[in-house]
């Protein structure tokens, strides 16, 4: 079945703890997106890539980074000097980066500073 | 700058009614997707329905239909008959052209189907 993962489903940080959560897609697609969701709120954009080497930051790029080496693989790391990194963190890819192509995404994962 | 606004927090209708779910956006783009997702409690957003700038009939796919009224900006999703798996926070969101392509997110209205 062709679809999009991310693991794990639950992170744990510790201050001062780089993180990196995974997001492997099987779609084809060329672009991929990171976002993250606060309780009750709406998804922000953090990172994006359109193509292979390629990635433009969002809207709240601070304290992230990114890689895309491959075509399927679009990882995040989460680094210490991201203050609040406590939210819900979902994957997404699209055939391309324009306006008429669907998102799809994956199943998430949670991030918890202890 | 592009924006969604979905003024209904939480809507509570009764099983095998029909809702409609409000979308109000603003974007000075010629050319943009009006997407609605679907997000159950385990945290996955699933597409539901895509509806184009240039669309002249509004978008349906099974029980869910886009009531599109491009004059007024407004994007609302309509489910029939609903269900009680329906229950979920519903997202409008929507991307431009000119270098406005990210998915812009409303904050989401919570529906629960009553049985």
């Known amino acids: 079945d062709g679809g999009i993962t991310q693991s794990p489903k639950y992170l744990f940080r510790k201050e001062g703890q780089n993180v990196t959560l995974s997001c492997e897609q099987n779609l084809n697609h060329d672009a991929m997106y990171w976002y993250r969701q606060d309780p009750g709120q709406g998804l922000r954009l953090i990172y994006y890539s359109q193509i292979v080497n390629d990635f433009q930051k969002g809207d709240i790029a601070e304290g992230y980074s990114v890689s895309r080496e491959k075509k399927e693989s679009f990882p995040l790391t989460v680094t210490s000097a991201q203050k609040n990194p406590t939210a819900f963190y979902l994957c997404?890819?699209?055939?391309?980066?324009?306006?008429?192509?669907?998102?799809?995404f994956g199943p998430g994962t949670r991030l918890l500073v202890l | 700058a592009q924006k969604i606004t979905q003024t209904q927090p939480g809507m509570f209708v009764q099983e095998k009614e029909a809702v409609t779910l409000d979308c109000t956006y603003d974007t000075s783009d010629p050319s943009y997707g009006l997407f609605w997702y679907k997000q159950p409690s385990s945290g996955e957003m699933i597409f539901l329905i895509y509806q184009g700038s240039y669309d002249q009939q509004n978008a349906t796919e099974g029980r869910y239909s886009l009531n599109f009224q491009k004059a007024r900006k407004s994007a609302n999703l309509v489910i029939s008959a609903s269900q009680l798996g329906d229950s979920a926070m519903y997202f409008c969101?929507?991307?431009?052209?000119?270098?406005?392509?990210?998915?812009?997110f409303g904050t989401g209205t919570r529906l629960t189907i009553i049985p």
């Open positions: 969101a929507m991307r431009g052209s000119l270098g406005n392509e990210k998915l812009t």
């Open positions: 997404a890819s699209s055939v391309a980066a324009v306006y008429q192509e669907t998102q799809y």
